[in-house]
């Protein structure tokens, strides 16, 4: 068994899939050799991933390999529990020095202790950092020492801790060690990531570049485009105007830190037209990103559990036919039916309709929030333990700094508003795309002459709207107040 070298060292990618900006490959690069590794973990606790993040992972792994590969350095996959594998590595391998950068999900955080435990008894030199986040869950506090439950002081309190830091350049690379010792490798195929029966990822493959280069490239369209405009124009489905580089933070390859520093750099150097407004607007998303996780840090079962207790007696209906309406984009309203839609199509929804198809499914159809959570994350290209639970609750009213319950989206009102021409919804509901613009979002209000013209046949080529928005908002806001006065707060 070869002695353990500072000589030889291992870096553990998990959400971190990139060179730039990564401080523990930064740190491991240091070493003669390195072996870059990826676990497929099987962990107690772990969640399963989802089916379109999988899919993205896949491909943000293969770009991950060549980039390496083209530095001499060979990622190896293994499936397993990492408190196993990492430790027989060290062993047969003689590694010195592990590092990896920190998650913040409860399993993961005892998987990760446990094997910093292991690996100090074996003499390695076991080393963590923050690669994920611009201000770390523990460092920011409210006044009297504890955690933070609303947004607005939370990020005051983040931003007055200190600037973000500077991103890290990507290191130079030493080459891999001897591999002949691991005989488990897997090919990047044997994940089983990808959809073959059937094959469903054609507009996932259309909307999405994993990788580096294609999240690098994002982020530039954004700065010479969306960023300009976007405090406003952010609420809008219908234009370009978000960034679209969620599902590149989720699989970590770009970092927050690359993305905030760009952006400032742009305004600062006038690449773009954006004024403080539109960059200090993107500057609060990201955030609302920081926020999910402080939450979700100190709140591990924020994807389980009410955060506010109250809610565990909120009187939640079982509605198969509804929650698969509403799966499929066949509520009949044409707003939420296009998110849907563009959620099942490209892995990705735009954050204003992500608002109003949730409170649709829990406000109009009174189910669980967490049944919406889980269809997101199995369909989100950028399904986030922190981000996805934090916003379903928020928009539920069971979470921190969550939206009032009795905050109930209108679609019909919402879909004009944020999509006045229409063009969101004939883009996702083909159905509808001969409506003129004033009866696209309540087609059941148009005259006969319109609807024949429009070729549409409601109740046959589109349906009628499966809930009334009248009675479905009375009906939540009687739920709400039959909550018993200590927990409802009223």
Known sequence: MPLPSRSVALHWF??????????????????????????????????????????????????????????????VILRGDPREIIPNLVSDLGIGRVTWNR???????????????????????AQSFNGHLLYEPMEVRSQAGGPMRVFTPFWKAARATRPPHAPLPAPALPPSPDLAPITERLMLDELDLLPTKPDWAGGLRDT???????????????????????????????????????AHLAVGDISIRRIWQMVEMARTTGQTRADDGDVAKFFSELGWREFAYHLLFHYPRLASENYQPKFEAFPWVKDEAGLKAWQQGRTGYPIVDAGMRQLWQTGFMHN???????????????????????????????????NNAASWQWVAGSGADAAPYFRIFNPITQGEKFDPDGNFVRRFVPELKLMPAEFIHRPWDAPAHILARAGLKLGETYPRPIVSHEMA??????????????????
């Open 14 to 75: 998990r959400q971190d899939l990139r060179q730039d900006d990564n401080p523990a490959l930064s740190a491991a690069a240091e070493s003669d050799a390195l072996l870059t590794l990826f676990i497929d973990e099987i962990s107690t606790g772990h969640r399963p991933r989802g089916g379109a993040s999988g899919w993205f992972l896949h491909h943000a792994l293969a770009s991950l390999a060549e980039s390496l590969a083209a530095k001499g350095n060979t990622l």
């Open 103 to 125: 998650r913040y999900g409860a399993a993961e955080r005892e998987t990760d202790a446990a094997i910093k435990s292991v690996l100090k008894t074996q003499g390695v030199d």
């Open 208 to 246: 999405w570049q994993p990788g580096e280069a294609g999240a690098r490239e994002k982020l530039l369209a954004f700065i010479e485009g969306g960023l300009d405009g976007y405090g406003d124009d952010r609420n809008r489905p219908d234009k370009p105007s978000t960034s679209m580089l969620s």
């Open 352 to 386: 204003r309709v992500r608002m109003i198809t949730a409170s649709f499914l829990i406000k109009h159809l009174m189910i669980d929030w967490r049944e919406g959570e889980s269809w997101f994350w199995d369909t989100l290209c950028d399904a986030d333990p922190a």
């Open 473 to 490: 908002r009375e009906r939540a806001l009687e739920a709400f107040k039959s909550l018993p006065p200590a927990a409802s707060g009223l």
